[in-house]
């Protein structure tokens, strides 16, 4: 059951993250992001039963290092996620990676300067008694969380309130999973202390994520928390992946209408008619197709059926009338005009092939 938990929430994170590394690989932002789920779900899958087998075959509890590794890797990028969502990016940024630094490298030295760790599921319970190193491990590893998370909260607490649709709810997952993380970390600090000052430690191993309590807090509610973090920085991507539909849409749309006008005047295609973004695209086809039906006289009063047929009728060479002066329309208007007159060029198209092809039978 821990196997399915833990790899269904890694794979699940991996398969958000390396969309997002595409995504922001095309667009230029959101790398951050992707680092942050690639991470978390490269964790949660070193920590796995069976990896952790696999792992220590290499190293003794070589897969708790490389998965408390990830975490904090993760932890940091979500800070700056969330930081840049907040517009406060640049404010202690080389903090956050000094931090992130100096905390990865003792968590590596106090780890392999550990002798007799265990083999297979590296579980530290009966050994904080007997090796300094290792509480020193822990709590480098929870100190350092602990900050990430309560970073986190704070700047996702502070943003909610100015934030609004799919951004708010994503705030207020990422609010949900800093509450979730901050009671794992109190109670992995709880039972490190417990541990120390046993006289006869034992090995605390979960049968189920939510078995006992001790379970629910070592296991059940990191998984929660991550899946939260995953859903919640998911959520506010929605809306542009709606927009971004939407744009590419249109552009197929105009393409047919937008070729015949730059046949027609060629003076209207741009110098440069490339773009960082799909909506850069779209803004210069439309710039595009509209100076080509202001050339062609196409008012924007006129009917979208109309218009298309007046471009339709326009000769398939450049032509040497003057361009009318046209007032500028708003962007959504611009759009739905556009698209109309589009939709009406393709029927008006199709109208005529039919007529033609219909004697022809």
């Excluded at 699940?12 to 942050?36: D, E, K, N």
């Excluded at 927009?243 to 590419?248: C, E, I, N, Q, V």
């Excluded at 249109?250 to 027609?264: C, I, S």
Aim: with cysteine; aromatic share 6%; hydrophobic share 50%.
């Amino acid at each position: 059951m821990i196997d399915i938990l833990f790899v269904g929430v890694g794979l699940f994170a991996l398969a958000v993250g390396i969309w997002r590394a595409i995504r922001a690989r095309r667009t230029g932002a959101g790398a951050g992001l992707a680092v942050s789920l690639i991470a978390l779900g490269a964790a949660f899958c070193f920590l796995s039963n069976r990896a952790q087998l696999f792992e220590s075959e290499i190293y003794p509890s070589l897969g708790r290092l490389l998965s408390n590794l990830a975490t904090m890797v993760a932890a940091y990028g979500i800070g700056l996620t969330v930081a840049e969502v907040s517009g406060t990016r640049d404010r202690g940024r080389r903090t956050r990676l000094v931090a992130l630094g100096v905390a990865l490298v003792l968590l590596a030295v106090m780890f392999f300067g550990t002798p007799g760790l265990p083999r297979g599921i590296g579980v530290f319970d009966e050994l904080y008694r007997t090796h300094p190193t290792l509480v020193v491990y822990v709590f480098v590893y929870t100190v350092y969380l602990g900050f990430a998370v309560l970073d986190i909260g704070v700047v996702a607490a502070v943003t909610v309130r100015a934030s609004g649709g799919a951004l708010r709810a994503g705030l207020a997952l990422l609010l949900l999973a800093s509450a979730f993380a901050v009671v794992y970390l109190a109670g992995k600090i709880v039972a490190t202390i417990e541990a120390v000052q046993a006289d006869h430690p034992v090995k605390g191993l979960c049968r189920g994520p939510f078995s006992t309590l001790p379970c629910t807090l070592d296991v059940g509610f990191p998984a929660v928390s991550v899946l939260l973090i995953v859903v919640g920085l998911t959520i506010p991507s929605i809306p542009g992946l709606v927009s971004g539909r939407r744009d590419a849409k249109t552009l197929r749309l105009l393409r047919p209408l937008r070729a015949h006008l730059m046949r027609r005047f060629p003076e209207i295609v741009r110098i440069d008619p490339g773009g960082a973004s799909r909506r850069e695209r779209l803004l210069t086809a439309m710039s595009e197709t509209n100076d080509g039906l202001i050339l062609a006289g196409v008012t924007p009063e006129l009917p979208a059926a109309a218009a298309a047929r007046m471009v339709r009728d326009l000769p398939d060479e450049p032509g040497e009338e003057e361009p009318p002066v046209v007032r500028a329309e708003p962007f959504a208007a611009d759009v739905a005009r556009l698209r109309a007159i589009a939709r009406a060029y393709r029927k008006v198209g199709d109208t005529e092939v039919r007529e033609v092809a219909g004697p022809a039978r």
